[in-house]
């Protein structure tokens, strides 16, 4: 009989790793295949707890982990995964208890033991994550590490409001405190340094989502020293008037939706909360910052993560003149991108300070570039280095102290030189050039790497070089080999899988990492340079060495068949699966000849894009050292 958790075809594929054809197979083959429970002739479910039994009977099913085995109750069940995951929350929470009729009863097993081992919070926490997981794109999350450093610029506050909040990862940051300094800052300090904060306030226009993050607080704070009241409203911060006795907080911290056309523009037109003025139409993001301040207690701190666009728009320079003239912002901090959806952005950091009548309080603006001063091409430093450089410009500003000009990277202009035409308070149009090195000396040591990475292309297209065989092709067909995939590779324990949206998770040398999303190819993590925490959109395979060459499964991985086979193209970009990627099965010393080719290419690759960037900043600085004289013309 069904437990009411039925699973469809697909799913049953995705629970052993195979294709749905495989799935058709079965069904065909095995007479004890479990019957349809629902569903339609076209589209089948079945029930879950019988797929499983009979899975594992045939030795298609290991034991799954307890996370992963509430992940597939969650999944199933009749009412959808959101709010299943949300009475599971409750029933973590002690606020409801599962109770036998429940459809999630055969779960609470599971889920009881998951609270046990890891702690209630800890338990939501991977639950939650495996909810985003599996539906990337209904949300839009705001990483750990941005949020840590969020919170950490707004500085210690006994109250914290999101008025966007999501799922609570701002507000989460900030419950955090200061215990330690392992949020990826590096830098000690910041809300909650004496327990944490006393209240911490939400909006979320989403019912769900705001349930969630209620959960989320709750349990994160229920083992806290002191008492911290959570309070998270189903309500549109901008079209809700809070009430009158609704207090002012000390800190706001704010990931806003972006480029919203119907924020409220023509019902809200003579709201007191444009002190600063009325935010253009196509303003939402001013409209957020003037509603963050107008929630502020005088002093307090307001943190807000934008799009670039929003310091530069030519619709909103009246509200950001006002905003500098008040001495309203205080910090333009542009952060690499990567920060936050969306990734291929470099988003800004506005830190904002409500007005408290102190005279010369904000004559100068704190304007940095964390991506800046670095040669065009050169990898970016990791993320807790430049966090701890952010934190560490923000806080001699706040206190009043000089801060050191980094040419392209960080500086303090008073207010009066950015109130132009245009207020465009990009911090890289205000910073000067960082050095490009365009002096004769300079420009000769770029000439000579420049030869040595050509020479070293040409070698490596050297017909004797292993990387590139002098030898006939195969004939069409006469290397094919017998295949497996990475989620049969990971069931035996071959590899690990790891997605940055679910695993907290270091890269170690001889990983392999792969992009699910956009452009990008599959690389292996070379020694010294492991030790960088994964972040989206990104995969990481973990292959065991004694079964598996790393540059083995990232060449194979990078075989457009093998990406166009594991790719869905549900919307304008395409995604990977990448369980569904395939690998030959090869003993390992086959699996290091092949490695050590893929090796090679992509050596050739690097020393090929690195002769493109000498090139281009040779070329560049030769331009501008005889534009400005540095280089003579002789």
């Not at 055969?106 to 599996?134: C, I, N, S, V």
């Not at 569904?580 to 390992?588: D, G, I, Q, S, V």
């Amino acid at each position: 009989m069904s437990d009411g958790a039925e699973v469809t075809a697909a799913a049953i594929a995705r629970l052993a790793g195979v294709g749905r054809a495989a799935v058709s197979n079965w069904r065909r083959r095995y007479t004890d295949f479990p019957r349809p429970v629902g569903g339609t002739e076209a589209s089948p479910a079945f029930s879950l707890a019988d797929v499983e039994s009979w899975l594992r009977d045939h030795g298609k099913l290991a034991e799954a982990p307890l996370r992963e085995q509430v992940r597939r109750r969650l999944e199933s069940a009749p009412e959808g995964h959101g709010p299943a995951l949300v009475r599971a929350g409750e029933h973590l929470a002690g606020l409801r208890e599962l109770l036998n009729t429940d459809p999630l009863a055969e779960a609470r097993g599971a889920l009881d033991r998951m609270m046990r081992e890891t702690g209630p919070a800890a338990a939501f926490e991977q639950l939650l994550a495996d909810y985003f997981e599996a539906n990337p794109r209904q949300h839009t999350l705001t990483p750990e590490p941005t949020a840590a450093l969020m919170a950490r610029l707004a500085g210690p506050g006994e109250s914290v409001l999101d008025p966007a909040c999501g799922s609570a990862e701002l507000l989460a940051a900030a419950a955090a405190g200061a215990a330690d300094a392992s949020d990826g800052t590096g830098v000690s300090g910041g809300p909650g340094v004496s327990g944490g904060p006393a209240a911490l306030y939400g909006q979320e226009t989403d019912p769900l989502l705001a349930r969630l993050a209620a959960l989320r607080l709750t349990l994160r704070t229920a083992s806290a020293t002191g008492r911290c009241a959570v309070d998270v409203r189903t309500e549109d911060a901008l079209r809700t008037e809070p009430p009158a006795d609704a207090p002012l907080v000390a800190a706001v911290l704010c990931h806003p939706p972006y480029n919203e056309r119907n924020w409220g523009h023509d019902e809200l037109a003579y709201d007191p909360r444009w002190a600063y003025g009325l935010p253009a139409r196509t303003e939402s993001e001013l409209a957020w910052v003037q509603h963050a301040l107008a929630r502020l207690r005088p002093g307090g701190t307001a943190v807000l993560l934008l799009p670039p666009a929003v310091a530069a728009r030519r619709t909103g320079r009246r509200v950001r003149a006002a905003l500098l003239r008040k001495g309203a912002l205080r910090a333009l901090l542009a952060l690499p991108p990567g920060a936050a959806a969306p990734h291929s952005l470099p988003l800004h950091l506005w830190v904002l300070r409500k007005p408290d009548g102190a005279a010369d309080a904000a004559s100068r603006l704190l304007l940095m570039d964390a991506a800046g001063g670095r040669t065009e091409g050169a990898e970016p430093p990791p993320w807790e280095r430049t966090a701890a450089a952010v934190l560490a410009a923000w806080r001699a500003h706040d206190a009043g102290e000089s801060v050191p000009e980094q040419p392209g990277v960080c500086a303090t202009l008073p207010v009066i030189d950015l109130l132009d035409e245009e207020v465009d308070l990009s911090p890289a149009r205000h910073l000067l050039p960082s050095g490009t090195g365009t002096d004769a000396a300079a420009l000769a040591s770029v000439r000579a790497e420049l030869k040595r990475t050509l020479r070293r292309t040409l070698d490596l297209t050297a017909t004797d070089d292993p990387a590139l065989p002098d030898r006939q092709p195969a004939a069409p067909g006469s290397a094919a080999l017998p295949e497996a995939t990475v989620g049969e590779l990971a069931r035996t324990g071959a590899l690990e899988v790891h997605l940055a949206t679910a695993d907290p998770v270091t890269t170690v040398p001889g990983d392999v990492v792969i992009p699910v999303q956009g452009r990008g190819a599959a690389y292996v993590v070379a020694e010294g340079e492991g030790g960088v925490r994964l972040g989206k959109p990104l995969c990481l395979l973990r292959p065991d060495p004694a079964a598996l060459d790393a540059w083995f499964v990232a060449g194979f991985l990078r075989s457009t068949a093998n990406t166009r086979q594991a790719s869905s193209y549900a919307s304008s970009s395409s995604r990977i699966d990448v369980r569904r990627l395939r690998l030959p099965r090869l003993p390992l010393e086959r699996q290091r000849a092949y490695g050590e080719h893929f090796r090679l290419l992509a050596e050739f690759e690097a020393a090929l894009r690195r002769v493109g960037e000498l090139g281009g900043e040779f070329v560049q600085g030769m331009f501008d050292g005889l534009a400005d004289g540095t280089v003579p013309p002789a």
